[in-house]
């Protein structure tokens, strides 16, 4: 069975992530802090795949603290792509980002309705979240050579048995992207 009728049978979208990650497993230090990543920021968004993933994308769903961290960067790092916000706390809606609310699961099923197909999923309690309940097809992470000892987990001290390597790259940064896929997954 293919891919796409596989994700028919299912009615969600294709769900990749893509996240840096300390070699002790954290996506971000104490206090939500991303300076440990800028050493490693030199490379092209084209050598990361950044530019490919979202190029294939439909919409980006992540969680509101993710949300409140990225809307704070000097720069909207996601152009004009539609972002989906999971929060159950108040928010108003603005230019392509939307608030919605609900179990993973059942969002994933209205986007599918919707006509979503592919989407980047963002931030690390929704990662957690999809890959706990094998919802993710892709998963690339970027090992970072630093420990930080504290900050918020990826994987909360339990790793995700069913995902396999598929590729592996070391980039000019030295930054070892890693892509993943479940075991029970087919190519894409």
Do not use: C
């Not at 030199?42 to 603290?65: C, H, P, W």
């Amino acid at each position: 069975m293919s891919t796409e009728s596989t994700h028919e049978a299912q009615r969600r979208p294709r769900i990749s992530a893509f996240l840096a990650l300390s070699l002790d497993g954290f996506i971000a230090g104490e206090g939500d802090d991303l300076a440990w990543l800028a050493p490693f920021s030199g490379d092209s968004q084209e050598e990361t795949g950044y530019a490919a993933l979202m190029a294939s994308v439909d919409a980006l769903l992540m969680g509101r603290n993710t949300y409140d961290v990225v809307r704070a960067f000097p720069e909207w790092p996601y152009g004009d792509k539609p972002v989906i916000v999971l929060t159950h706390r108040p928010a108003e809606p603005g230019v392509n980002v939307a608030f919605r609310q609900g179990a993973l699961a059942q969002v994933l099923d209205e986007l599918w309705q919707e006509g979503a197909r592919h989407l980047y999923l963002d931030g690390g309690i929704m990662v957690r979240q999809g890959l706990q309940a094998g919802l993710v097809d892709e998963l690339t992470l970027f090992w970072v050579p630093v420990t930080l000892g504290a900050g918020v987990p990826l994987f909360a001290g339990a790793l995700p048995g069913n995902l396999n390597p598929v590729s592996s790259t070391l980039l000019p940064s030295g930054l070892v992207r890693v892509i993943y896929r479940p075991a029970t997954a087919t190519p894409a």
